[in-house]
């Protein structure tokens, strides 16, 4: 349970004393907001490279979740889930992310599935769908199809535009002061700039007057007389519009929020005819952030205006939402209003960079004190005059949108360069954002309970009908030892989680009965999850290309390039040449390839004279006295010598204890299948029945066991036959679903890096895992293409602090 803490605060109080508090009001509302906040959230935020994609580019996303309240990755998230939807929302294609200390890395190729327009993007865990809030990320991206879209014009004016005036807490009240907040937008739901306009009365008398700013948003005062009509005047275009003011209630009270450098001044005012019905009724001022209520109780008396103080550091930092309950509970107000302090935001120093033959160095010091806490980031390097940008950040995202009902319009506006002036216009726009995404009737009628679990892989259960006991070994698999589980008559079914397969891997299972005979198993295995489930959303994305006014007729023709290029697995090769099978493989492996064609195998004939030529340690069970074929990274002298002393004293009779060192011991694939430590079947193997081996010694790309023991893949020719023993005796189950594995991200080569479509929708580079040195700098090496100017944006978390900015770069 969290804690629900009662504000203490400076109260300035006009005309009137405060009573004591009505106990029993006091403790149904912090109990039924504890009972809602009891649950974890958790929050995810996407970067994506760009936002306008080419077909036959791809789309790179990094991922950060994060615990909603205490703003720290959520290092113990494990599944996440990405959709892409069209614009009739149908998924077009979906992906399950593997989440690790927080993170995500994933990628979508803009294949043949897609053509011509917008997309919406999710991400999301099975954990938040437990919420009626909504905690997932959702944003618009745009494909262009070259085929389709020959030019792209800039769209014109549209002549549908909804202008709304919306009163400051809610209630627009009769004979009192309000505050107005106005938003005008186009039928894109895009704010329309600079719009000026009146409000005037019934007799076409003018009130008052406003202006909205570039994201048509404004605000303006109106004291509305009882019984009179308004309405706002304002010209877009060509065209005169006139909106009606409605909804001024005769009766009731109004909540107006004033910022005052470190603290914010709240005002509760009534009129003369509402005063006596509520001059000895309790109200409360509730401040919450969706994890912690803080609350005052007062009473008007005999006056018509409450005025309360507080400071900024007695309030939550980031979003605050003030609600005005009358003595029964029933919300009546709401504000909200977002308190800078304590929301820490990393900035770089001056850039340096420096160009190298064909590398640009780049170096953006953060002089950072480094902890043992979270240092991750993302960068991606688009051309000066990209047209690609997104609405959100990583910190609108996480501290601005998922409190909202409303999508904010370049969201990431307001926490980049903050100055004064964007402090008020932010206070502007939450004026016109009504009430938050915590539904009221939600919090106390339909507390959150655990219908969805937290998960972290797939989970499985293994059930078998025999009436004997038996021993079932599971195979190993790229991110799981080999486990052995005992199956009885009485307990025959086994459960287990935690399971990442990816790509193509399927549970293999090998049946060990009581005498010892080696057996192919029948078993009933249920997996869960098995298919990415859907999650509702309360509130679409806006689009994005639409935003950017200055887009200029752009001849996409250019792009054709890209129907020239074919993928093959993880690498783009062109058709000018045809490669050979060695040649594709060595192009998709870190690791080395060769073919064992006729020379390979006169100069080796075996593979374990092969493996010894390449720097491992080799054991060969015909001539040691272990009786075990045994391969070692050569590279780890300690264990290598350890072993062959311990094969010295095996020979002599004695118990030597021989340390199976996963760190020592490379990952071995043969035709795909990973064979454990028990290597025997390798003894004595032609290279004549093998038709390439893969030695990649580092262990890089090998996954979350390889280490840096290095990894062996063999893959032997279709004739070879394995009879040694049952080594192949085993069942196979399909995984319904498994994990995405992140390709190599490939950057496109432009025909013509100084056309207007490389300029405004090319890339340059995308860096999804990057972390500060020890000298908490960013450095990154780019390939020079001959650009001299370029923009490097960066989002990410270091320690308590969050990173997003977007830098000019120019080139001497």
Same mark, same amino acid.
């Given at each position: 349970m969290r804690k629900i803490v009662v504000l203490l605060a400076i109260v300035v109080l006009c005309f009137y004393s405060v009573y004591g508090q009505d106990q029993q009001s006091d403790l149904d509302l912090i109990t039924v907001y504890d009972d809602y906040a009891e649950m974890e959230r958790e929050l995810v935020f996407a970067h994506l490279n760009k936002s306008i994609y080419i077909k036959g580019e791809s789309i790179g996303i990094k991922a950060y979740i994060i615990d909603k309240y205490s703003k720290q990755l959520a290092i113990q998230a494990g599944n996440l889930y990405c959709t892409i939807a069209d614009e009739n929302d149908s998924i077009v294609e979906s992906k399950l992310l593997m989440v690790e200390n927080g993170t995500a890395t994933g990628d979508f190729s803009i294949t043949e599935k897609y053509t011509s327009g917008h997309y919406t993007i999710k991400l999301y865990t099975n954990w938040m769908r437990n919420f009626n809030e909504d905690n997932l990320y959702a944003e618009t991206i745009r494909v262009i199809d070259p085929s389709i879209e020959q030019q792209l014009v800039q769209q014109s004016k549209s002549d549908g535009l909804d202008a709304q005036f919306l009163p400051e807490g809610g209630h627009l009240l009769a004979d009192v002061e309000n505050v107005l907040g106005i938003v005008i937008k186009n039928d894109k739901g895009l704010g329309v700039p600079d719009i000026e306009g009146n409000i005037v009365n019934e007799s076409d008398e003018v009130v008052t007057n406003f202006k909205v700013n570039q994201f048509g948003i404004g605000k303006c005062l109106l004291t509305p007389k009882k019984g009179s009509t308004y309405k706002a005047k304002f010209k877009y275009g060509e065209q005169e519009f006139k909106v009606d003011i409605k909804a001024i209630d005769s009766n009731g009270v109004t909540l107006n929020l004033s910022p005052l450098r470190d603290k914010v001044a709240l005002t509760i005012r009534t009129n003369t005819e509402t005063l006596p019905t509520i001059n000895k009724t309790y109200f409360k001022l509730a401040i919450h952030n969706g994890n912690a209520l803080k609350e005052i109780t007062f009473k008007f008396n005999d006056e018509i205006e409450v005025i309360k103080v507080i400071p900024n550091k007695d309030l939550f930092s980031g979003l605050n939402i003030f609600t005005l309950f009358d003595a029964n509970n029933n919300p009546l107000l709401e504000r909200l209003f977002f308190n800078y302090e304590g929301v820490h935001l990393l900035q770089s120093g001056n850039v340096s960079a420096s160009i190298a033959n064909d590398t640009i160095a780049v170096s953006l010091p953060y002089n950072n004190e480094m902890t043992n806490s979270a240092n991750t980031l993302s960068v991606s390097v688009l051309p000066i005059r990209t047209n690609s940008f997104h609405h959100q950040n990583i910190v609108s995202q996480f501290f601005l949108q998922n409190y909202l009902k409303g999508y904010v319009e370049k969201a990431h506006y307001y926490f980049q360069e903050i100055t004064p002036k964007k402090t008020f216009e932010l206070d502007m726009l939450l004026i016109t954002q009504g009430w938050?995404?915590?539904?009221?009737?939600?919090?106390?009628?339909?507390?959150?309970?655990?219908?969805?679990?937290?998960?972290?892989?797939?989970?499985?259960?293994?059930?078998?009908?025999?009436?004997?006991?038996?021993?079932?070994?599971?195979?190993?698999?790229?991110?799981?030892?080999?486990?052995?589980?005992?199956?009885?008559?009485?307990?025959?079914?086994?459960m287990a989680s935690g399971l990442f397969p990816i790509n193509n891997e399927e549970v293999r299972i090998r049946q060990i009965n009581a005498n010892g005979k080696i057996t192919k198993p029948d078993l009933y295995i249920q997996f869960d999850p098995i298919k990415i489930p859907e999650i509702s959303m309360g509130l679409k994305p806006l689009i994005i290309d639409s935003a950017n006014r200055q887009l200029q007729q752009i001849d996409m023709s250019i792009a054709a390039s890209f129907n020239q290029i074919e993928r093959l697995d993880e690498v783009l090769i062109t058709k000018k040449k045809d490669y050979t099978k060695i040649e594709k493989l060595n192009n998709r492996s870190v690791g080395t390839v060769e073919e064992m064609d006729a020379d390979?195998?006169?100069?080796?004939?075996?593979?374990?004279? %092969? +493996?010894?030529? #390449? /720097?491992?340690?080799?054991?060969? !069970?015909?001539?040691?006295?272990?009786?075990?074929? =045994?391969? @070692?990274?050569?590279?780890?002298?300690?264990?290598?010598?350890?072993?062959?002393?311990?094969? %010295? +004293?095996?020979? #002599? /009779?004695?118990?030597?204890?021989? !340390?199976?060192?996963?760190?020592?011991?490379?990952? =071995?694939? @043969?035709?795909?299948?990973?064979?454990?430590?028990?290597?025997?079947?390798?003894?004595?193997?032609? +290279?004549?029945?093998?038709?390439?081996?893969?030695?990649?010694?580092?262990?890089?790309?090998?996954?979350?066991?390889?280490?840096?023991?290095?990894?062996?893949?063999?893959?032997?020719?279709?004739?070879?036959?394995?009879?040694n023993n049952t080594e192949n005796v085993y069942a196979s189950y399909e995984i319904p679903l498994k994990f995405n594995v992140p390709k190599t991200f490939y950057v496109p080569e432009y025909t013509a890096y100084d056309s207007d479509f490389f300029k405004e929708f090319g890339v340059i580079d995308w860096f999804p895992n990057m972390k500060l040195d020890d000298k908490g700098q960013l450095n990154l090496k780019i390939t020079n293409n001959q650009i001299r100017e370029f923009k490097v944006f960066v989002e990410g978390m270091v320690d308590d602090a969050f990173v997003s900015e977007v830098k000019t770069i120019t080139l001497n």
């Open positions: 938050s995404s915590y539904d009221w009737n939600t919090i106390f009628n339909n507390p959150p309970d655990y219908d969805f679990d937290y998960e972290s892989g797939i989970s499985y259960t293994i059930n078998s009908s025999d009436d004997f006991d038996k021993q079932l070994m599971i195979f190993p698999t790229l991110n799981h030892p080999m486990k052995l589980v005992t199956l009885t008559k009485d307990d025959n079914s086994y390979m195998v006169r100069r080796y004939r075996t593979l374990d004279r %092969y +493996l010894r030529d #390449k /720097g491992f340690f080799v054991q060969n !069970g015909n001539n040691n006295n272990l009786g075990d074929f =045994v391969i @070692l990274n050569n590279t780890i002298n300690s264990f290598r010598d350890r072993f062959v002393e311990n094969e %010295y +004293l095996a020979g #002599k /009779g004695l118990s030597p204890e021989i !340390g199976q060192e996963a760190s020592s011991i490379p990952i =071995v694939y @043969l035709d795909d299948v990973i064979l454990g430590q028990n290597l025997n079947m390798l003894q004595n193997m032609s +290279l004549e029945d093998i038709e390439w081996i893969e030695v990649n010694k580092s262990g890089v790309g090998g996954g979350l066991r390889a280490g840096g023991a290095g990894l062996i893949r063999i893959k032997t020719r279709p004739t070879f036959r394995n009879d």
